[in-house]
């Protein structure tokens, strides 16, 4: 398939997230956020028809929803996925989310919950949500939309609310079998958990992007793949659905100023 | 004595002790028993322990100086993140907090409803979910050959829970036509007393198979039931039947609360244009129960 010459940063990011559900199999990919949740639309309607996805509410459906939709006019549900049956699904292992982190350290755990004390935060953020759960029971991948040392921090994250490979975290008798921390997709690059001892590895670099711009926006020192890569432009064909899932281009909001996607 | 569990939202408040713990169903600005809560904040009560996943109800209680300690998954309005008199309260340390994991919180529900001390998960291991979010949490090592160490999630018994409901009848039995019904279930099942609004009150409930698919919990579970048309109001109650009792969240209204609580003073603010009189001036002063019933459901 024919790569686009003309794309925008938001869709090469859009198709960088999907590849991280490919050989999931028959999970419930949860993508939160447009570019996430366009990414599992996309995810499954080339690669992966496998996959599992709601309609963002309570229901699931075969065909990826449009997103800014007005109505439910014309939608078909295919089953049915309240927040218990969500639950069900994490606590099997049969769910893959991809997730927005404010802070992840060099162990991959990562903070939604506050910044600071937390008795008493300088910033209250969402709370644990649904991190220590998920993170624990089933695969999860990270969407960094700003890559800096601010989210990729020096120490350990503030609160501790989803597992990660610190040692010390783990105390004898607790199973950590069931954990798998994927992949991390930034406006920069695309990394794994592939270093030594599940150190952070950048395994491919967006279009005019270097390895030393990634470490200077990261806090903490990055593991450079063997074969690092360029990021694999998007294909006309997914642009086609990108734009299909998306008609009123709510992805060209959300990295600040819409850049596109090979940099100058 | 007469088998009649009818009841206004002043008697149900009337009923409530400071230093009670008050579970509240719903989900985020998702169908909230907003007028059972207003009467709350109308009240004396005080130093009230809250269980919930929450929205403007949490947000609400914590700006009106009801709440002692919170217990929580979340507390958000969806489409904005975070919800800001809930923001307040956690950054000046105005309550105590207790933030669990969405799944633990349930977990803590259905031990209390199944009467034990505690139900064993992995959720919160190796995370922060033990010490800082909730200091006293405990492991328990399975007694059988696989040793493995768990998470003992407490029982999370609860005094009252609140609920919204689609619809409900005079000796208690109700039904909840949303899309999710979240937890509630596990709320009544979770609480010595539950007491439940409704957009619709009947003498008796007489359903189809089909509608008694939509019965939440049983109704010894239900100890009162108070008949409050739009009474999730600014919270949504959306209604699969379209049967007329659904709604969208009011994302105006809610817009403007979070404009208000900006303020040193926003409370009192919201509170003089909102609460100053009984639930029929609230719902004057936010266009009636027909702007209500027209809100739009929400499409995502």
Redesign the interface.
């Known amino acids: 398939m024919a790569t686009a010459s003309d794309f925008t940063l938001a869709e090469l990011l859009i198709c960088a997230c999907a590849e991280v559900w490919r050989g999931d199999g028959e999970v419930l990919a949860t993508g939160i956020g447009v570019i996430p949740r366009l990414a599992q639309g996309l995810a499954k309607l080339t690669h992966s028809p496998q996959l599992m996805i709601t309609d963002g509410e309570a229901y699931l459906t075969e065909n990826p929803v449009a997103l800014g939709a007005k109505n439910h006019e014309g939608r078909v549900y295919a089953g049915w996925m309240p927040y218990a049956r969500v639950f069900d699904n994490v606590w099997s292992g049969r769910r893959h989310a991809l997730v927005g982190p404010v802070q992840i350290d060099r162990w991959g755990q990562a903070n939604i919950s506050c910044v600071g004390d937390f008795a008493r935060p300088k910033r209250q953020l969402l709370g644990l949500r649904g991190f220590p759960g998920n993170s624990i029971n089933h695969t999860n991948s990270f969407f960094v939309p700003h890559h800096s040392p601010r989210v990729f921090v020096s120490g350990e994250v503030d609160v501790v609310c989803s597992v990660g490979y610190r040692r010390e975290r783990w105390g004898s008798g607790i199973r950590q079998d069931f954990m798998r921390l994927h992949r991390i997709v930034t406006d920069l690059c695309v990394m794994d958990f592939g270093g030594p001892d599940h150190a952070i590895r950048v395994i491919s670099l967006h279009p005019g992007v270097s390895f030393d711009a990634v470490q200077a926006a990261t806090g903490f020192a990055l593991v450079k793949a063997a074969d690092l890569v360029e990021t694999a432009h998007p294909t006309e064909e997914q642009l086609a659905i990108i734009r299909q899932l998306d008609p009123q281009n709510l992805r060209s909001q959300q990295i600040k100023g819409n850049p596109p996607g090979r940099r100058a | 004595m007469s088998f009649d569990k009818r009841m206004t939202a002043s008697e149900v408040v009337a009923t409530l002790r400071d230093g009670m713990t008050l579970g509240i169903g719903g ?1 985020g600005p998702r169908r909230k028993p907003m007028a059972i809560v207003r009467e709350i904040l109308r009240s004396d009560l005080r130093d009230l322990t809250v269980v919930a996943y929450g929205g403007p109800d949490v947000g609400l209680l914590c700006a009106a100086g009801k709440v002692r300690k919170l217990i ?5 309005l969806d489409f904005i ?2 919800e800001p008199f ?2 307040k309260a ?4 105005a309550v105590e ?1 207790i ?6 919180l ?1 977990w803590g529900l259905r031990a209390a409803a199944m009467r034990l001390p505690f139900l064993p ?9 033990i010490g ?2 909730y200091p006293g949490l405990r ?1 328990v ?1 399975s007694p059988y050959e696989d ?3 768990l998470l003992a999630m407490p029982a999370l018994k609860l005094d009252v829970a609140l609920l919204h409901v689609h619809c409900a009848d005079a000796i208690g039995n109700v039904r909840v036509y949303a ?5 509630d279930e596990l709320f009544a099942r979770a609480a010595e007393r539950c007491y439940v609004s409704c957009e619709q009150l009947v003498e008796r409930i007489a359903g189809d198979e089909i509608d008694a698919r939509f019965h939440l919990v049983e109704r010894n579970r239900i100890t009162g039931v108070v008949h409050a048309p739009g009474g999730a109001h600014p919270t949504s109650n959306v209604d699969v039947r379209s049967a007329g009792c659904g709604y969208g969240w009011d994302g105006a209204h809610l817009a403007r609360y979070c404009t208000l609580a900006e303020a040193d003073d926003g409370f009192a603010q919201y509170a003089r244009t909102f609460l100053h009189g009984d639930e029929a001036a609230y719902q004057a002063a936010v266009g009636g129960l027909d702007a209500i019933r027209a809100l ?2 929400q ?2």
């Open positions: 989900w929580y998954a979340f507390v958000s993140p975070l809930f923001r956690r950054e000046s340390g907090a933030e669990l994991d969405e799944g633990l349930h998960t992995r959720v919160g291991l190796a995370t922060d979910q800082k979010a492991t090592t040793g493995e160490v899309p999710d019904p979240f937890f739009p459901r499409v995502f």
